[in-house]
């Protein structure tokens, strides 16, 4: 019997491995947190479909990777780091290019290290040139266009060891850099390589736990613990408003992922629940996989959502505008899917795309039925239409009915649609208590001016039928009297 | 109407007690109309409430994840607590001259619960009404009953114990020391014992394995 059910079992896993291409089943377990921060699995939002390294491409496999940058076209860059080139390959993984040198001013040039990788919105690569010390811009047939070289601050010059990791520029084609140990934040030029100063320096904050440990600690074990000094910024990208998402690897503090607005200040605020967006809620302290999230990469999505990569668990957290938690998926292992030390994430429309470093491949990953679902509401819920925003809402809690803001979702359109004791289940079920209320009280209100006129009505014909048997028998007795 | 009027003759020490503390516990004590089973009602009176208010308060006000609610495992915590709280201030009292015996610091303690029994049910019932805003009005009724029941437990002893407030708030801290011991040597107690059954057990199955 049992190997009846095995033999059926694997004809059909090959019949379907047959009609489908796309790997059916992920490797790992999809999941979010709840509003108590428990961890609940759901259904996968991402599956991975593909994995490609060099040697797809017959130019010899990658080697330590460290960043990937997409075009408008969907064509992906990735800063080969370890191979001192840089590789375009267009969406149908098909290469177009690989670039190792350029000519500069006559002269032939090449890389050194190249850490990062970025392309602008008019089509040009920027490139972090780590160990050469310098940004280099190219255009798209490997044309010099410009080198930004170390700062020049004055007097302050011989200090600075510019040694650029991460690259960024906005539409007025200001460079953003990340350099490693340029703790002050990230250092901007203007579109001529003129230094203009930091930008969105990440603040220290410790909480007093680590102050009495620090204090107790003998001058050698203060020396050998982690200094509270601010971190470099370690993944960057700007979405379409032109807000720019950092992540920092600090193994302390809050704001791990910031989106900074022109000024540069922090504008993701979660005004619900006051929750961080801190990827992992709950987490061993040691022993391997352990300790809290460390985001290397952050993806920003249409509709203010983004994505951040953890490096610890190999995970890919998506969260929306308000910093609610959307999904979870991946993880670090051997097989499609999993990767082994990821170090940048790239969104390329609605498909996702992490680099694995130690084994040189991108994986790219599609979103299922449940992860369109969940794009596609919030993207509506994002643009104001409400009602598009709550068919989508309805049929994704036919798949998954823990999703909170799904229930969040609707319970706000039935406020808005007046439907007060409606709105209150479900927001009750979302636990938003702050639109629980509103709708609370709109209801009571409702409740109250239905029922009170004849309560009123009956206590005021009560009294009068009291007063007036009283006026009555006094009347009476008055009567018996004379 | 006798049976309102018995339920109230039951129940008329504990709301004397709750506006007249002193010479209520005076009474409670001295002239012995304090009873067990009046005291084991408020004890399971406030049990209740404490459930009701977790498992039905609005989530305006109370925000715990249902799955953590567990009534026998609050009933089994405030029990313990009475009785930890209740052994280790007559241990303190017993070497510091208290005149209450054992019983009575029971009854004075389930006897000064009366303000929570009467406050978190109600609160509870009312919280499903109220929005965020007024949420500060449930917590402030609720504080208060608190404050008033730390206030009658206080009383209370004083009374029982026949002490000066000083010395009552100097037993009260020794209370809270020795409660501490206790727990300390509960958890070493459970610890050496079960390090005993280990032993024993690692013995037994060396044995069988050898022999």
């Known amino acids: ?482 | 109407m006798t049976m309102v009027k018995r339920v109230l003759s039951f129940y008329a020490l504990p709301l004397r007690i709750m506006v007249r503390p002193f010479s209520g516990f005076y009474e409670m004590k001295y002239e012995k109309r304090g009873l067990l089973r009046v005291a084991v009602f408020n004890f399971l009176m406030v049990c209740i409430s404490v459930s009701f208010m977790n498992q039905y308060s609005s989530i305006v006000v109370n925000q715990r994840n249902p799955r953590t609610i567990n009534s026998l495992v609050e009933f089994a915590t405030l029990t313990g607590a009475l009785i930890l709280f209740c052994v280790s201030n007559w241990a303190v009292t017993s070497l510091t001259d208290g005149e209450g015996r054992f019983i009575d610091i029971v009854m004075a303690v389930c006897y000064a619960m009366t303000p929570i029994v009467l406050t978190f049910i109600p609160m509870t019932i009312l919280s499903n009404v109220l929005t965020v805003d007024e949420g500060a009005f449930y917590f402030m009724v609720i504080s208060v009953a608190v404050f008033w029941f730390a206030f009658l437990i206080f009383s209370g002893l004083v009374t029982v114990h026949n002490y000066s407030a000083a010395k009552a708030i100097t037993t009260v801290l020794l209370t809270f020391v020795a409660l501490l011991i206790i727990v300390f040597l509960i958890t070493l107690l459970l610890t050496l014992w079960q390090q005993l059954v280990l032993f024993i057990r690692s013995l037994y199955t060396e044995i069988v394995f050898r022999v």
Do not use: C
Request: hydrophobic share 45%.
């Open chain 1, 1 to 482: 019997m049992y190997r009846r059910i095995v033999a059926t079992m694997l004809t059909l896993a090959i019949i379907v491995a047959g009609f489908v291409p796309v790997m059916a089943d992920a490797p790992f377990e999809g999941f979010t947190y709840n509003f108590w921060g428990d961890y609940v699995p759901t259904p996968a939002a991402y599956v991975p479909v593909l994995s490609v390294g060099g040697r797809d491409f017959g130019i010899g496999d990658f080697t330590t990777p460290q960043d990937i940058s997409s075009d408008l076209y969907g064509n992906i860059y990735v800063a080969d780091t370890g191979n001192n080139r840089i590789v375009k390959f267009d969406r149908n993984i098909e290469l177009v290019w690989v670039i190792d040198s350029f000519l500069r001013d006559g002269q032939p040039d090449s890389f050194n290290s190249p850490n990062g990788i970025f392309v602008s919105e008019d089509m040009l690569i920027h490139i972090a040139d780590t160990e050469s010390r310098r940004i280099i811009t190219l255009d798209q047939e490997g044309n010099f266009v410009r080198e930004i070289g170390p700062p020049e601050f004055g007097d302050l010059d011989e200090a600075v060891d510019f040694r650029p990791l991460k690259v960024l520029v906005d539409r007025g084609g200001r460079v953003f850099v990340s350099a490693l140990h340029v703790v002050e934040g990230m250092m901007t030029f203007n579109s001529d390589g003129d230094f203009m100063g930091y930008y969105g320096t990440i603040r220290v904050f410790f909480n007093p736990i680590d102050m009495l440990w620090r204090f107790l600690s003998t001058q050698e074990q203060r020396a050998r613990q982690a200094m509270f000094i601010p971190t470099e910024f370690a993944g960057m990208d700007i979405d379409p408003y032109g807000f720019i998402f950092a992540t920092n690897r600090a193994p302390w503090g809050d704001n791990m992922v910031q989106r900074l607005n022109p000024r540069g200040e922090n504008v993701l605020l979660n005004l619900n629940t006051n929750v961080q967006v801190t990827g992992s809620q709950r987490y061993r302290i040691t022993g391997p996989l352990s300790g809290r999230s460390m985001f290397v990469d952050v993806a920003a999505r249409s509709h203010g959502m983004f994505s951040v990569l953890d490096s610890i668990r190999g995970r890919v957290y998506t969260y929306d505008s308000e910093g609610n938690l959307l999904y979870a998926f991946a993880g670090i292992g051997n097989i499609l899917g999993m990767s082994r030390n990821p170090v940048a994430i790239e969104a390329v429309g609605d498909s996702l795309l992490i680099l694995d470093d130690r084994r040189g491949h991108i994986i790219y990953f599609e979103p299922t039925e449940y992860g369109n679902l969940i794009n596609s509401a919030i993207a509506l819920a994002y643009d104001g239409d409400g009602a598009g925003a709550v068919e989508k809402w309805t049929r994704l809690l036919e798949i998954d009915e823990h999703f909170t803001l799904a229930h969040v979702g609707i319970g706000r359109a039935h406020l808005a649609a007046g439907e007060n004791r409606l709105a209150m289940e479900y927001l009750q079920r979302g636990m938003d208590v702050r639109y629980y209320s509103v709708a609370l009280r709109r209801f009571r209100t409702e409740i109250l001016s239905e029922v009170l006129p004849y309560v009123l009505t009956v206590g005021l014909a009560g009294a009068v039928a009291i007063v007036g048997f009283r006026i009555f028998k006094r009347f009476k007795k008055g009567g018996a009297v004379s």
